[in-house]
């Protein structure tokens, strides 16, 4: 029916009429029997269109006040199946939902960006709900990559986290929030710190090329970070997590012999607190609602040191060099940082829109006592309008702008420089039609532009460089017969530095009784960054890195095959993945002139093969298993030397249990990460040559306790690295972890 599928998919909150029956319909658990809050029930009257929608309270009741008796009603919630039925509400009835262990109720839009259940994509998805993200107490979107995804890895080393996904750096992972690019790289990295936890609703990761939905670098992943909206009229809730300092560095008698403010700053900033504060405000009317964030975290900055020697081997040379234990430490920074977002919007019958708006502030402090630190600023803003023309077409307009900026602020002067900047805008117009002779039919055009200011382009000042990029995007979901689904996607477009290209994609999906079988190809693109064309900086006279304005664009060849196998009585879930990607005119460097110049090059061909396994079992009512494999594989290139610094073998496991009683609920949760060993090429520029290092395989355990009470209040205490592990070597192959570390972590919510 029409109105079942606009309240599963969009939501659609309607007026309200006068009404001669106003009685209460309670929402309960079907395993625990307690009330339910912040269930979404939307409802229609059996005779005429009349339509209405409310959120249970706190303990799951909820006013329906309708001129008739008998109504269709669907209820929603986060963590449970959506419930459609008839009931007549002048029996005060009371209804039941099931857990929904598989999150098949979830709503995503990144595999087709049309909205559909995960039961119903026919794109295969991987959603990380905010049950999980809760269930590991995460406070940072490192956290929840790393121990839901097997085949990510994120390791900090100096300036900030470095992603590998699928045996691909970084900068073939697309990420997104709320479906729009990040602005301000490092080496491809986003800044993951302008994300918080605690502000995000759910994760939604698709595997291998999209460039036909999402353009340039989608050509490994695509991570879509989707932020928190409100669910009930009023909800303000409120954190703040302790952890127990990394490393102790400075005194405080060395702090008070100091006698200028900017060193006593500087020693201070040594051993800040390891805090996460985070508060959010929403609220929600018939057609109106607003979510406010706000965040603050600070980590104290620590160092590291290699306990065992460092072992090179030179294929080329066939010799083996000890080089013993390093005695320099390995750095990590500390860092400060606010942020603040908001969402505003409304939801009609015809019209929707939104607008948002984010505030980032982050501050690093290291252990160079030369009077300067780096301190990177960010806002954003953007808007979307939604035209429901009738119950099958649909219009939408979206703006966003991202701004990311850093600075190298002069402590003794009390001044700052702006020494990058990196600006996206972006305009998309899209068209979806979902029911045209079993056609679903999504379109759209998109412009958008990037502008870079950076130290980098010419020697001794800020100087900036521009790209824009003009697309058009089709993709059309066609039913051929009831089982089997078939989506054909392409885009072409024209960008400012590399003239026409174009991506195409097709997946065709069967299902039979508890499996699905998906089969892909796509092309990928990547066009060269701003930085790779025009860099031309010199470090510290010791040598050049140059851009080539002629480097080609990249493209690669992605092929996927996977199986999901799903038994909901049995309670178990399982999808096995493998895809190949081969990737053109791949872009690395080059060194010349004896080690002093570095050119960005495109290179040859890149090719690797992945395999991943992932489980999900609901033993029991309260026991809860999760599982990941992920295998990756390189292939190495005649005389090409690959610096791919990802681990054949990784594994992710979860075991989480559940107790209620009453107004009690205690969750714990034990979760595993675990890194195989590896071999990495690196280059030592002192002989211009590249040796093979070896790193061995290690784990991290974690643990989460979290006790709530009368379902408003709650206590968190963990254990990070629970076996305290850390790194003999380090590197950027390598975990940074400090070793064993105790948090607790205090929550209010209604």
Known sequence: ?????????????????????????????????????????????????????????????ANISSKEKRLFVAASCVGYKTLVDTIDITKNPTVFLDEDIFNLSQVTVTGTRTE?????????????????????????ISDILEHEIPSIEINQYGYGAALSSQGLES????????????????????????????????????????????????????????????????????????????????????????????LKSFYRNQDRQNVNGDLSIGIKSHLFYSQSYFGYKSRDAYQLFDTKESVKYYPLLDSTANEGISKSPTSIIGFADLSATNRTGFTGTKWRGESKASYYNHEQFDFERDNKHNLYKNYTVGAYVEHNINSTNTIRLAINRDVYNKYLVLEQLDNRQKNYG????????????????KHNLFAGAEFFSEALESDRFVANQVASHSSTDAVVFMQDEYALTPSITIVGGVRGGYHSAHRLHVSPSVTARLNRGNFSYRLSYARGFRSPTLKELYMNWNHQEMFTIYGDENLKAETS????????????????????????????????????????????????????????????????????????????????????????????????????????????????????KMIGKKEVSEFDEGINNFYLSSYPSYSLWNININQQFRRSYSVSIGVKNLLNYTAPILSFSTTSSVGRRFYVSIGYSF
């Open 422 to 437: 990196n600006t996206f805008n972006s305009i998309r117009l899209t068209y979806s039609n979902e029911q045209l002779t």
């Open 116 to 140: 559909r259940s995960l039961k119903e994509t026919p794109v295969l998805t991987q959603l990380i709900s905010r049950k999980d993200i809760a269930s590991i107490k995460a406070s940072t």
């Open 557 to 672: 060849n992605y092929y996927a095959f996977s199986t999901e196998y799903l038994n909901i009585n049995k309670k178990i879930s399982i999808t096995g993945y493998v895809g190949y990607n081969h990737i053109y005119n791949k872009i690395g460097g080059i060194w010349t002139a004896n080690q002093t110049e570095y050119h960005y090059k495109n290179m040859d061909e890149y090719r690797v093969f992945n395999a991943e396994l992932l489980a999900r079992w609901k033993v029991l009512k309260p026991l809860l298993l999760k599982a990941g494999y992920a295998y990756t594989k390189v292939f190495e290139e005649d005389g090409i030397t690959l610096l791919s610094s990802a681990s054949p073998h990784s594994l992710t496991a979860q075991v989480e249990y559940t107790y209620t009683k009453g107004w009690y609920n205690l969750s714990t949760n034990i979760a595993l």
């Open 1 to 61: 029916m029409k109105f079942l599928r606009l309240i599963l998919l969009a939501g659609v909150i309607p007026t309200y009429t006068l009404s001669a029956f106003s009685q209460t319909i309670t929402v309960k658990d079907s395993y625990t029997k307690q009330g339910i809050p912040n269930v979404n029930i939307q409802w229609q009257s059996i005779k005429t269109s009349t339509r209405g929608g409310v959120s249970t309270n706190s303990k799951g009741a």
């Open 171 to 262: 900068k073939y992972t697309l990420v997104l929030i709320d479906g729009e690019r990040m602005a301000g790289e490092t080496d491809g990295n986003v800044d993951f710190s302008r994300i918080n936890a605690a502000n995000v609703e759910r994760v939604e990761i698709i595997k291998g090329a999209s460039s036909a939905l999402y353009g340039s670098n989608a050509i490994g992943s695509v991570i879509n970070i989707i932020t928190k909206k409100p669910s009930k009229k009023v909800e303000v809730s409120a954190d703040i997590r302790y952890a127990e300092p990394n490393e102790k560095n400075i005194t405080k008698a060395l702090v008070d012999r100091q006698d200028e403010h900017h």
